[in-house]
């Protein structure tokens, strides 16, 4: 089966940088993403790690050890929209198949 | 594109009734998922298709559920009977063969 963990609640300021971390135990892993979602609305994707390494948009960058099953989103320059729940996600197999974790709640706060 | 359409968007039916969920994935993409989700469960794969066919349905939690994909452009989830339990947000979502998956924006099912 897979498992993944990630704190249940954030707070950050707004301007701030804030990481939210996510480990996973899994059988043939394909790769680590990222969602975020708003309240009443739909899981919207932010990231994809393969390989080990950060991998950067704009402001969002997203981390991946393999080695260390374990991964971060890092978002930048705080705004006050950032606030919602962001998922991490692990693939598995060669279908495409993603299990999503519980979600980390961000609040940024003025 | 119009991005991944379900309707109905909010559903509220009386226990013991069959529910019917419906979407539409975006064009060219060949995977469709099916979640759920709820506060206490977070997300939910319940079933998966690839070009049409049910690739993994281990998620779907009874024989109440049952899912198709007649063609490319069409899937149903249906519950029958509904249960107060089956009370959640469904989504649907769709992708292509780069990671990344686009969600509809989900089904409010209530069952009173």
């Known amino acids: 089966g897979q498992s993944l963990e990630q704190p249940s609640e954030v707070t950050a300021v707004e301007g701030a940088i804030v990481q939210i971390n996510c480990t996973y135990q899994?059988?043939?892993?394909?790769?680590l993403s990222w969602y975020q979602q708003h309240d009443g609305g739909a899981p919207t994707f932010l990231s994809y790690?393969?390989?080990?390494g950060l991998e950067e948009t704009g402001r969002f960058s997203s981390f991946l050890s393999r080695s260390d099953s374990y991964g971060y989103l890092l978002l930048q320059e705080l705004q006050m929209k950032d606030s919602a729940s962001y998922f991490c996600?692990?693939?598995?197999?060669?279908?495409?198949?993603?299990?999503f974790g519980i979600g980390t709640k961000l609040q940024v706060i003025p | 594109d119009a991005g991944v359409i379900q309707s109905p968007r909010h559903e509220v039916t009386e226990m013991g009734q069959e529910v019917t969920l419906r979407c539409k994935p975006i064009?060219?993409?060949?995977?469709l998922f099916w979640y759920r989700q709820t506060m206490m469960r977070g997300l939910e794969l319940l079933i998966y298709?690839?070009?049409?066919?049910?690739?993994?349905d281990s998620g779907m939690p009874e024989d109440r559920f049952s899912a198709k994909m007649p063609n490319a452009s069409f899937s149903t989830l249906k519950i029958q009977p509904s249960e107060p339990r089956d009370s959640a947000v469904y989504f649907c979502a769709s992708a292509d063969r780069n990671y990344g998956y686009t969600f509809g924006s989900g089904t409010r099912l209530t069952v009173v």
């Open positions: 790690n393969a390989l080990d």
């Open positions: 899994t059988s043939g892993f394909y790769g």
């Open positions: 064009s060219g993409h060949d995977y």
């Open positions: 298709f690839n070009n049409n066919v049910p690739i993994d």
């Open positions: 996600a692990v693939g598995q197999g060669s279908y495409q198949k993603v299990t």
